[in-house]
């Protein structure tokens, strides 16, 4: 494996550090205008998407987090009447977690919002350059998820 001089290291941690930044202060003013604070944006879509419901372990393992992180997501969430909770018939330990009709109507605005945010974030570039910057990132995400799930995994067997 190459490794990269530390010139090329800095500006690939800069950029990368001012990327993300940059990307979450921006999708949160977009997300403002919605009611809502990042990550509430991906929690609802995917509620959206189970017509019947979801419990909170499953939209926990879903977005690959604890169920109390989904929990406190959730509490903050509440009070937009986007979704009921329901006990679950063959468990009443459990709630499902269903969109309402206030919610389903926020789900357009929300995927208008990523959209808008690709379109601003990507500019003028052509479908090849779009694949190319995807691509790239895509493999990096793919890598730097391999990375932490050894060292999660390997931190669990110490």
Not at 5 to 12: F, K, L, N, P, Y
Not at 19 to 28: E, M, S, T
Not at 54 to 64: E, K, P, Y
Not at 102 to 115: D, F, M, S
């Given at each position: 494996?190459?490794?990269?001089?530390?010139?090329?290291?800095?500006?690939?941690?800069?950029?990368?550090?001012?990327?993300?930044?940059?990307?979450?202060?921006?999708?949160?003013?977009?997300?403002?205008?919605?009611?809502l604070h990042p990550g509430q944006d991906v929690?609802?879509?995917?509620?959206?998407?189970?017509?019947?419901?979801?419990?909170?372990?499953?939209?926990?393992?879903?977005?690959?987090?604890?169920?109390?992180t989904v929990t406190r997501s959730l509490a903050?969430?509440?009070?937009?009447?986007?979704?009921?909770?329901?006990?679950?018939?063959?468990?009443?330990?459990?709630?499902?977690?269903?969109?309402?009709?206030?919610?389903?109507?926020?789900?357009?605005?929300?995927?208008?919002?990523?959209?808008?945010?690709?379109?601003?974030?990507?500019?003028?570039?052509?479908?090849?350059?779009?694949?190319?910057?995807?691509?790239?990132?895509?493999?990096?995400?793919?890598?730097?998820?391999?990375?932490?799930?050894?060292?999660?995994?390997?931190?669990?067997?110490?």
């Open positions: 494996m190459m490794l990269v001089d530390s010139g090329e290291a800095m500006r690939v941690n800069r950029a990368l550090n001012k990327l993300g930044k940059l990307y979450r202060a921006a999708k949160a003013r977009k997300l403002a205008a919605l009611g929690l609802l879509w995917i509620l959206a998407q189970e017509r019947d419901g979801i419990t909170v372990s499953q939209l926990a393992a879903r977005l690959g987090i604890e169920p109390p903050r969430l509440e009070g937009g009447g986007w979704f009921r909770r329901e006990p679950v018939p063959a468990d009443r330990r459990q709630v499902r977690i269903v969109v309402t009709d206030a919610g389903h109507r926020l789900v357009p605005a929300i995927e208008r919002a990523w959209a808008e945010l690709a379109e601003e974030t990507l500019g003028p570039a052509d479908d090849e350059e779009r694949e190319i910057v995807l691509t790239a990132l895509e493999r990096a995400s793919d890598r730097l998820r391999g990375l932490v799930e050894d060292s999660e995994r390997i931190l669990a067997e110490e």
